[in-house]
């Protein structure tokens, strides 16, 4: 084996990261083999805006999916993951018309032509943003599959599905309220409206009737009265039933209207009983107008303002003619009174702005069929949902589904494939036609555009070249797992479920893994007025990517969301630093003809190697399960406790020593000896074990140290190590816990006591059994240096004036030397005795009180236990030091 460069001595992610991605990505390890024997895994990235910049949500995303597809690559998967970006309808046309706005000028001004040219050059700009973002982050996306919602083989499936869905009865165009932004101009689904409550009012007025009276009644909306064409009574109320079928006048405009019965609509018990009914302006209304045949009056324009049909009112912008309405109400006498009110109100998810139910003509797609599928899909277990809790939301909603308008007033985005003649006939087609199909006439596009989230919706299916059958559909479709933020479950999961199933007749996806959202430190959504954004590339120049990732990836709870706080960063750059350092230093100790594990006799060790490689063992099966099940914050927590505390804290330790010395401290002792060179191949096969478990979450600075330990070739496409059981040994576990527990106590009694590190104690270790002191007795002379003590008897009797406990389940003597406490240290320790009885004999009261106990969450009183034991522990080894001390 020869002899690698040696590690720098300084931990330093800029000098070596991008060099690993570009050898990455030139080796081909990225893109998966076709054909292949292999097994597929596959993950699709949900793809970002492409005009857009990685927030902090992206980057636990890559991560997860990233962890995820090394992992699998490493297991012997044939491997995909695709990357690409949206094009985003709303929010990149809203990024270029800002620009535009900046030069003085508009879409309108430019024209279709030239304003889609200006599109398109802001994505060639930005286009790149994304890819280079997410190779800072190490993602290992197969770039030679990258795709773009709008590229040539995308628009043809989206073409392709809406032509089917058309022919199968599932599309359709229809006069409907939908949800209009005034702002972006455009009809926007259920999904994207996001409902706010506000302070609002209810505003009271009547309405003459005709033949004399008034019927009052109450609204929100004072300006929408302009397109009222009923008032809804309910049919068994004895105030209005003489009224059923007579008229009202509208007080300012020229026009009278029915009063209706109508029990679907009125709660009798509800303000007057009395409801105005405007059915182009609120959906509600909207059902009554169908059910009693009512007119449907729009009564604005696409902008917001006041149409012809508003009369005097014309040309206002609706929160304008909203005053001017009551004060004209006012004038005339009709005003019954107001009141404040606070309600939930419609918002644009992209502007802000508070959208209308607007009467328009646009296209729907059905979607109860579809949803049955995908409700199917889940219940049957072909696709699951994890965490499962989110079922009873996934059934509730696609249980409740309703139609999806897909038409938005756009020129960025999929165009409508349908074709309108004069003589009103529309042909629906996959290719652009000039002429109708039905009579020959001449024939033009609809100016619209889909809905964003319909392309999205089949990602699954158009980015493996959907509707041919390409090798890559066949290959890797259905795809293995999709990991994404719960937030787009209906907006963008659900639609790719119901479309993929829909035209393949197989789900998309085995799993969906649903993350929670990254959150500040103290739980506080990020936001740029909160001023608590954090960029992802920022914090990966600040600590690195592998710091970034194994954050991100330990926080990720199943179900929660996460809270970000850079010191976790901090701590985990530190990881990264004491993972560095512990290879440096079994670098240098390295002879260059270290055998491989494999080759290694576990008969012939000593307790030491066997305890690491059996924790090894432990620590590879518990890290297989973890990512099995998603669960990526319990197994970065075993890697981090292997490394850190296991390897790092303890092997490296008792390794140095022997390493130091060329032979072991225990010559002469019963048991195997620690030979330096078991020690060295131990050292660095556990050390490239432990990088190869590491390598899914920080796979730069394992593949450095790998390469400097002269690992067996890049650790990208290296085998992902396996629990075989050929580790496991109980007895090594057990005895060296003892060590451990052993010595922790004699360092956590010098701290609690407060003595100095240099201040040697000696530890009597009576009533050990045989087959734990012949365990012992070659590691005697290791304890008592890890320890700090002067003498240390494996047997024998506790001396009279030793501080006495249990550590590991054996009985530990402290023998404090002579002297060791003044008459301060012993002033000080009274004080502390006194304090921690006068807490313990109040949690002692509070767990004797049966209303505590019965009332107190469990947590709160397992603390109280916990804290009781640990108080108990202290006062009594306080109490016995006093003793040794006076």
């Known amino acids: 084996m020869s002899r690698p460069e040696p590690l720098p001595t300084r931990f330093d992610p800029e000098s070596f990261e991008s060099a690993w991605y570009r050898r990455w990505e030139e080796s081909g390890a990225f893109t998966p083999d076709l054909p292949s024997d292999k097994p597929p895994f596959v993950i699709l990235i949900p793809p970002p805006n492409v005009t857009g910049k990685l927030h902090i949500g992206h980057a636990l995303q890559f991560t997860l999916q990233d962890l995820v597809i090394r992992w699998r690559r490493m297991q012997g998967h044939n491997a995909l993951w695709l990357p690409g970006t949206d094009h985003a309808g709303i929010a990149t046309q809203m990024m270029v018309e800002r620009e535009l706005i900046k030069e003085g000028t508009d879409r309108h001004a430019l024209g279709r032509g030239r304003f889609l040219e200006r599109v398109w050059a802001w994505k060639h700009q930005y286009k790149d943003n994304i890819s280079r973002q997410a190779r800072a982050l190490g993602a290992s996306c197969d770039w030679t599959r990258e795709r773009f919602t709008l590229d040539d083989m995308l628009s043809k499936a989206v073409r392709h599905a809406f032509v089917r869905l058309h022919d199968e009865g599932l599309i359709y165009r229809a006069h409907r309220l939908i949800n209009w932004c005034p702002r972006c101009h455009t009809a926007l689904s259920d999904l994207e409206t996001v409902h706010k409550d506000i302070d609002g009012g209810m505003w009271d007025f009547a309405y003459p009737v005709e033949g004399g009276g008034e019927i009052v009644v109450s609204t929100t909306r004072p300006e929408t009265m302009l397109g009222d064409t009923a008032i809804a009574v309910h049919p068994e109320d004895e105030r209005y039933r003489e009224l059923v079928g007579r008229r009202v006048v509208h007080p300012l405009l020229d026009r009278s209207f029915p009063i209706v019965a109508d029990a679907v609509l009125v709660d009798p018990a509800f303000g007057t009983g009395a409801v105005k009914v405007t059915p182009a302006h609120d959906p509600n209304d909207f059902a009554v107008g169908e059910r009693h045949g009512l007119e449907k009056i729009n009564i604005l324009n696409d902008d917001g303002t006041v149409n012809a049909a508003g009369g005097a009112f014309a040309g206002m912008d609706r929160f304008a003619a909203r005053k001017a309405v009551?004060?004209?109400?006012?004038?005339?006498?009709?005003?019954?009174?107001?009141?404040?009110?606070?309600?939930?109100?419609?918002?644009?998810?992209?502007?802000?702005?508070?959208?209308?139910?607007?009467?328009?003509?646009?296209?729907?797609?059905?979607?109860?069929?579809?949803?049955?599928?995908?409700?199917?899909?889940v219940r049957r277990g072909e696709t699951r949902l994890v965490p499962d809790f989110w079922v009873a939301t996934w059934e509730n909603w696609?249980?409740?589904?309703?139609?999806?308008c897909i038409s938005r007033q756009l020129w960025w985005g999929h165009r409508i494939p349908a074709f309108y003649c004069t003589n009103g006939h529309t042909t629906v087609s996959a290719t652009d036609v000039s002429t109708c199909a039905t009579c020959g006439a001449p024939a033009t596009q609809d100016g619209d555009v889909l809905d964003t989230w319909f392309s999205s919706g089949l990602w699954p299916i158009s980015t493996l070249g959907w509707p041919d059958h390409t090798p890559d559909l066949k290959a890797f479709y259905p795809t293995s797992v999709l990991i994404t933020g719960f937030d787009i479950l209906f907006f963008w999961v659900a639609r790719m479920i119901m479309m993929s199933t829909h035209f393949t007749g197989k789900a998309p996806f085995a799993d969906v893994h649903?993350?929670?959202?990254?959150?500040?430190?103290?739980?506080?959504?990020?936001?740029?007025?909160?001023?608590?954004?954090?960029?992802?590339?920022?914090?990966?120049?600040?600590?690195?990517?592998?710091?970034?990732?194994?954050?991100?990836?330990a926080l990720a709870s199943p179900g929660r969301d996460l809270p970000l706080d850079v010191k976790r960063m901090e701590g985990y750059r530190a990881f990264a630093t004491k993972l560095w350092n512990a290879a440096r230093f079994v670098q240098m100790n390295?002879?260059?003809?270290?055998?491989?594990?494999?080759?290694?006799?576990?008969?012939?060790?000593?307790?030491?190697?066997?305890?690491?490689?059996?924790?090894?063992?432990?620590?590879?099966?518990?890290?297989?399960?973890?990512?099995?099940?998603?669960?990526?914050?319990?197994?970065?927590?075993?890697?981090?406790?292997?490394?850190?505390?296991?390897?790092?804290?303890?092997?490296?330790?008792?390794?140095?020593?022997?390493?130091?010395?060329?032979?072991?401290?225990?010559?002469?002792?019963?048991?195997?000896?620690?030979?330096?060179?078991?020690?060295?191949?131990?050292?660095?096969?556990?050390?490239?074990?432990?990088?190869?478990?590491?390598?899914?979450?920080?796979?730069?600075?394992?593949?450095?140290?790998?390469?400097?330990?002269?690992?067996?070739?890049?650790?990208?496409?290296?085998?992902?190590?396996?629990?075989?059981?050929?580790?496991?040994?109980?007895?090594?576990?057990?005895?060296?816990?003892?060590?451990?527990?052993?010595?922790?106590?004699?360092?956590?009694?010098?701290?609690l006591v407060g003595l100095s590190p240099t201040t040697r104690l000696a530890v009597v270790l009576p009533s050990l059994d045989d087959g734990l002191k012949r365990a012992l007795v070659p590691l005697r002379a290791e304890m008592m240096r890890l320890a700090g003590l002067s003498d240390l008897a494996l047997g024998g009797l506790a001396p009279a004036g030793a501080v006495c406990d249990i550590a590991g389940g054996v009985d530990v003597a402290i023998v404090l030397p002579e002297g060791a406490l003044g008459d301060a240290e012993l002033g000080r320790l009274r004080q502390e005795m006194g304090q921690a009885a006068g807490e313990l004999e109040k949690i002692r009261a509070r767990l004797a009180d049966a209303s505590f106990t019965a009332r107190a969450p469990a947590d709160v009183v397992a603390g109280a236990q916990e804290r009781a034991a640990e108080l108990e522990r202290k006062t009594k080894v306080l109490a016995e030091t006093l003793g040794a001390g006076t």
Request: with cysteine; aromatic share 8%; net charge negative.
């Open 590 to 751: 390295l002879a260059g003809d270290e055998p491989a594990l494999e080759s290694l006799d576990r008969a012939t060790l000593a307790l030491p190697e066997r305890w690491i490689l059996a924790e090894l063992e432990h620590t590879v099966a518990a890290v297989n399960r973890a990512w099995e099940s998603y669960r990526f914050d319990e197994g970065c927590r075993e890697i981090y406790q292997f490394v850190w505390n296991d390897f790092c804290d303890w092997y490296v330790e008792m390794a140095k020593p022997v390493l130091e010395n060329d032979r072991g401290p225990g010559s002469g002792a019963r048991g195997p000896e620690r030979r330096a060179e078991d020690v060295r191949a131990v050292a660095r096969g556990v050390l490239l074990e432990a990088l190869k478990l590491l390598h899914p979450v920080m796979p730069f600075i394992t593949e450095e140290v790998s390469a400097h330990l002269a690992g067996a070739g890049p650790l990208i496409t290296t085998s992902y190590p396996v629990a075989t059981g050929r580790w496991g040994d109980d007895d090594a576990q057990r005895e060296l816990a003892v060590l451990q527990a052993v010595v922790q106590e004699v360092r956590s009694y010098r701290h």
């Open 514 to 553: 649903l993350t929670g959202l990254v959150r500040d430190a103290r739980g506080q959504k990020m936001s740029k007025t909160k001023g608590n954004v954090m960029d992802p590339l920022d914090l990966v120049q600040q600590y690195g990517a592998d710091p970034v990732r194994f954050t991100l990836a």
């Open 326 to 377: 009551l004060a004209a109400l006012g004038e005339k006498g009709l005003r019954r009174g107001d009141k404040p009110h606070r309600h939930a109100v419609g918002h644009c998810q992209r502007c802000d702005t508070i959208v209308e139910p607007y009467l328009s003509l646009q296209w729907f797609c059905s979607m109860k069929g579809m949803a049955e599928k995908a409700l199917d899909v």
């Open 398 to 404: 696609l249980e409740n589904i309703l139609d999806w």
